[in-house]
């Protein structure tokens, strides 16, 4: 059973600054791609960012040049950064995992951006 723990949500200031992180329970390698999605108050789920297994970045429109995903294999975790932080950003954060056409899903991490 693959698991993903994400961790680094929280509240945070406009303008300011946040991480992410999830640690996946095996060889982040073993995936094709691993991203972040996220889900605002009242509105669906949406994609983020991904990078798949031979290092590619892909971003959301909305994400470009203020987010930024990364790994890091020796700890078989992944990344997000985000600067700066918009209160439009507030939402929960998940974390994926894909394999051939399955997605594993990490439980969420919140995020609120406010002042």
């Known amino acids: 059973q693959v698991q993903l723990l994400e961790s680094g949500g929280g509240l945070a200031q406009p303008g300011g600054s946040l991480s992410l992180s999830c640690a996946a329970s095996?060889?982040?390698?073993?995936?094709?791609?691993m991203g972040w999605y996220r889900q605002a108050p009242g509105r669906q789920r949406e994609l983020v960012a991904t990078v798949n297994v031979g290092g590619r970045e892909d971003y959301a429109d909305f994400a470009e040049g203020r987010f930024a995903i990364w790994r890091e294999h020796a700890k078989n975790t992944i990344y997000l950064s985000i600067y700066p932080l918009k209160p439009e950003d507030t939402g929960v954060y998940y974390c994926?995992?894909?394999?051939?056409?399955?997605?594993?899903w990490g439980q969420g991490t919140q995020v609120t951006v406010s002042s």
């Open positions: 095996e060889n982040i390698f073993n995936f094709n791609a």
């Open positions: 994926i995992a894909r394999r051939g056409s399955y997605d594993y």
